[in-house]
């Protein structure tokens, strides 16, 4: 079974910028669809960006198209979210996801990263 880690979480003020990596060790990455999620305190998880196995097919949540960028690097087993122009409303934990399609579901991704937090002040 494939394990993902994140990082790259942190504090940052509203404007600012982080990127996120998930590292997928033990499984076959290129062959997954990979998603980011998140989860803000007393909400439920949302959709975030996802990417299908081949690198140029991506998909965005409204709330972050032309802020956040997806992205996957196949040789080094890992996944990025590049996050610009941060928000208060961004504020969250961050899950990386592993599936067999690019989708927005939450329920088809198979495996999950641990998450990694994101706070941003205003």
């Known amino acids: 079974q494939a394990q993902l880690v994140e990082s790259g979480g942190g504090l940052v003020q509203a404007g600012g910028s982080l990127r996120l990596s998930c590292e997928v060790s033990?499984?076959?990455?290129?062959?997954?669809?990979m998603g980011w999620f998140r989860q803000a305190p007393g909400k439920e998880r949302e959709f975030v960006a996802t990417?299908?196995?081949?690198?140029?097919?991506?998909r965005y949540a409204d709330s972050v198209e032309g802020r956040f960028t997806i992205s996957r690097d196949n040789s080094k087993n890992t996944l990025y979210l590049q996050m610009n122009s941060l928000e208060p409303e961004d504020t969250a934990i961050y899950y990386c996801?592993?599936?067999?399609?690019?989708?927005?579901?939450?329920?088809?991704?198979?495996?999950w990263g641990q998450g990694t937090q994101v706070t941003v002040s205003s």
């Open positions: 996801a592993a599936g067999p399609r690019s989708v927005v579901t939450p329920k088809t991704y198979l495996i």
């Open positions: 033990g499984g076959t990455f290129s062959s997954y669809a």
């Open positions: 990417i299908a196995w081949s690198p140029g097919v991506t």
